[in-house]
């Protein structure tokens, strides 16, 4: 009897502490946690990514497994006056719809890093934009630059009398062009500004404090003491700024579907126009693999060009 | 929470230089509120705009002549009714919210245990796999939506919300990851060194101690994943087809857009619609939002 009473608790407790043991052994436990994450992102992400690669050296259609042709699809892209104008419209877009977040976006930050009632009311309110799906607020710009109902071409001419005549802005490609960069804008300040504002609150306002007792202007006080300090931040900021507003789909999409007369289309949403509506998925792909040298030529500039102040500074790497 | 108290000190001590050279209130309100005020008006004027519109009768929505377009002299639930009752809104909006509580909660599974191995079980390599999945981050969906929409239909999956909640944690993994890895830092390595110990096994650290600590983080994860997926446009564009399997984004562009005279009432109705649960959603954790975007940026 003894025996047994003291046996079975003893056999229980070492039957889950193999298991446990198993589960505390390191590298097992490593596997296992990383596994999900990286099961994941290999499979959907890393694959694709090369299958996409792969696709744009076939002539695949959708339905139909394609051959490998070689460069083909990227002579024709070379020779296509669509592909060359969706490049020229991607860097167009991304070049003034950047500067103009960060020169908006810096701007409301700095406002926004004063002391004032309903702070951070306001800074919530702010973030409003970037909340939103794109495609909803896309939709209200929409309506904001119809031809003839649009409300700005009600304040022009109606209301203060500037113009005589509403305001095309979707009917020709300049004007379309550059109401698809402000919608862009619109969207972006708030991400901008909520970023760096977190940059400028790190900046020890002794240094201010120093630079004043010098006798530094308000101008020399943010040339030389917030700007430096905000490199770092900037550069990141920079980077993703400048790769999201490259590969833009949904704005674009929404807004125009790349009209008129194909003139405002990205280098996206031509690759969705020709991958997936048109079904030529390997050239849809090779569209889209051609984004990547623009993007890593714009990351290393945007990073190594702002973040390279920093290390020339001396300052330590944090 | 921390930040918001922290805040008002910080801008107080930069606030008294300033009064020296900003002495005069009048231009102190042409220096900061006036365009202040502007930013807060032109940030805002598009959701007005949208609210305004989806409660405007017909007559009044295309007559500015008779009716101020600023405000409406007859309010109208009649783009609602049309949404919720005679189109699949309801529906659209049933499936968006499965997909981003689908993918919110596999990402943050994934994320959690991959930021857990990664800061706390060092091994050799781990900043490694850490940069990895950073590097992940970078890769935008508009290059990846042509490839994967061929690996969704060879997985069988294509035109299924399935297929998207699978999806998702390709942008939402790396973020959260990276959050993470920021909240694990923080927290002080010597509790876990107390718990091992007293013999307490890994997983026991992990369940008890990092996870209960590493709590806002996993709000901020949540909540970002959360706004992301609802929000989310290339991917459910390309892998769903059938009318009932969109979200409320993809729909309202492809399902209400239709014929030469767009419905704007109803339009800006659905717009707004699907604009209200993320709206309210982030109100209700704002300061979590803020944190985990300024901490993302500052990491």
């Excluded at chain 1, 025996?3 to 296992?32: C, G, N």
């Excluded at chain 1, 708030?190 to 010098?214: H, K, N, R």
Aim: aromatic content about 16%; glycine content about 6%; some cysteine.
């Amino acid at each position: 009897m003894s025996v047994t009473t003291l046996s079975s608790p003893a056999l229980a407790q070492r039957q889950p502490s193999w298991l446990v043991r198993l589960f505390d052994y390191k590298p097992f436990l490593i596997v296992m946690c990383l596994a999900p994450a990286i099961g994941l992102l290999t499979v959907f992400l890393t694959y694709p990514l090369g299958l996409g690669i792969w696709l744009a050296f076939t002539d695949t259609t959708i339905g139909r497994k394609g051959v490998y042709v070689g460069l083909e699809n990227f002579q024709y892209l070379l020779t296509d006056p669509l592909w060359w104008n969706a490049v020229f419209y991607s860097v167009v877009y991304t070049g003034i719809a950047t500067f103009g977040k960060f020169a908006l976006g810096f701007w409301l930050a700095l406002l926004l890093n004063n002391h004032f009632p309903f702070k951070s009311l306001l800074r919530a309110i702010i973030l409003l934009p970037w909340i939103v799906p794109t495609v909803l607020s896309a939709l209200a710009f929409w309506w904001i630059y119809d031809p003839q109902f649009s409300i700005i071409s009600y304040l022009l001419v109606d209301v203060l009398h500037w113009r005589s005549s509403n305001i095309d802005f979707l009917g020709s490609a300049w004007p379309a062009r550059f109401s698809l960069i402000a919608a862009n804008i619109w969207r972006g300040i708030p991400f901008v500004a909520i970023s760096l504002l977190a940059g400028l609150q790190t900046i020890s306002p002794s240094l201010y404090e120093a630079a004043m007792l010098d006798g530094a202007s308000a101008w020399q006080r943010f040339r030389y003491i917030t700007f430096p300090m905000m490199m770092p931040i900037l550069a990141i900021v920079m980077t993703f700024s400048i790769i999201f507003t490259f590969t833009d789909f949904q704005l674009v999409y929404a807004i125009t579907r790349g009209g008129p007369v194909n003139s405002t289309h990205l280098l996206a949403t031509l690759a969705f126009q020709r991958g997936i509506a048109g079904g030529e998925l390997g050239e849809g792909a090779a569209i889209a693999v051609s984004m990547i040298p623009f993007l890593v030529f714009a990351t290393l500039f945007s990073y190594f060009g702002l973040a390279r102040r920093k290390w020339q500074q001396g300052e330590s790497n944090d | 929470m921390t930040d918001t108290v922290a805040q008002p000190a910080v801008a107080d001590a930069k606030a008294a230089p300033d009064t020296m050279a900003w002495d005069s209130g009048l231009r102190r309100l042409m220096m900061i509120y006036l365009p202040l005020g502007c930013f807060v008006l032109i940030l805002l004027f598009p959701f007005y705009w949208m609210a305004i519109t989806s409660f405007k009768p017909n007559a009044e929505l295309l007559n500015y002549k008779q009716h101020n377009p600023f405000w409406i002299s007859s309010p109208t639930l009649a783009h609602i009714k049309h949404l919720l009752f005679d189109t699949a809104y309801p529906r659209w909006l049933w499936t968006t919210m499965w997909v981003a509580i689908g993918s919110t909660t596999l990402s943050l599974i994934a994320s959690t245990l991959a930021a857990y191995a990664i800061e706390r079980l060092r091994f050799r390599g781990s900043p490694y796999v850490g940069l990895g999945i950073y590097l992940a981050y970078l890769v935008p969906p508009s290059i990846l939506f042509i490839p994967l929409a061929t690996v969704v239909v060879q997985f069988g999956l294509f035109d299924s919300p399935l297929a998207l909640i699978l999806v998702y944690p390709t942008f939402l993994v790396p973020f959260c990851t990276w959050l993470l890895i920021g909240y694990f830092k923080s927290i002080p390595y010597e509790l876990e060194e107390c718990a091992l110990v007293d013999g307490a096994t890994r997983l026991q650290i992990l369940r008890r101690i990092t996870l209960p600590l590493a709590v806002p983080g996993l709000i901020s994860a949540g909540i970002f994943s959360f706004t992301l997926s609802w929000n989310e446009f290339i991917y459910a564009l390309a892998f769903i087809q059938s009318g009932a399997n969109k979200t409320v984004p993809v729909a309202i562009l492809t399902e209400l857009v239709t014929g030469d005279v767009y419905q704007w009432g109803a339009l800006m109705a659905g717009s707004l619609l699907g604009s209200l649960p993320v709206a309210v959603f982030y109100s209700l954790f704002v300061d979590y939002y803020v944190s985990s975007l300024t901490g993302a940026v500052k990491e």
